[in-house]
């Protein structure tokens, strides 16, 4: 079972920046598209941004321009880059390989929480 590590959450004003690491313990994770999900209290998880094994990316529309995905296949790891943070950015991030193409994720880690708020 693959498990993932998020990491890099915290408080930050708005406009500020923070770089979230997402960890997969997963020797093949160079063959998986990545993403990125957030979740506040109600709403279902959606994904904000994904990067495919070949480094193609997309993003939603409401962090388009300001988060910016990357990975690190030596690590093992994926990145997400938030600039320009707004108190609606506020969730728990979780990672996961991109369930839109695959129809399913691995089990879900514990997620990072980011709050933006002056």
């Known amino acids: 079972q693959v498990q993932l590590v998020e990491s890099g959450g915290g408080l930050v004003q708005p406009g500020g920046s923070l770089r979230l690491s997402c960890v997969a313990s997963t020797s093949s994770f160079s063959d998986y598209a990545m993403g990125w999900y957030r979740q506040t209290s109600g709403k279902q998880r959606e994904l904000v941004a994904a990067?495919?094994?070949?480094?193609?990316?997309n993003f939603a529309d409401s962090v388009k321009g300001r988060f910016t995905i990357s990975r690190d296949n030596a690590k093992n790891t994926v990145y997400l880059q938030m600039n320009s943070l707004q108190p609606e950015d506020t969730a728990v991030y979780y990672c996961?390989?991109?369930?839109?193409?695959?129809?399913?994720?691995?089990?879900w880690g514990q997620g990072t929480q980011v709050t933006v708020s002056s």
């Open positions: 996961n390989r991109d369930i839109t193409r695959y129809g399913i994720g691995w089990t």
């Open positions: 990067i495919t094994s070949g480094g193609s990316t």
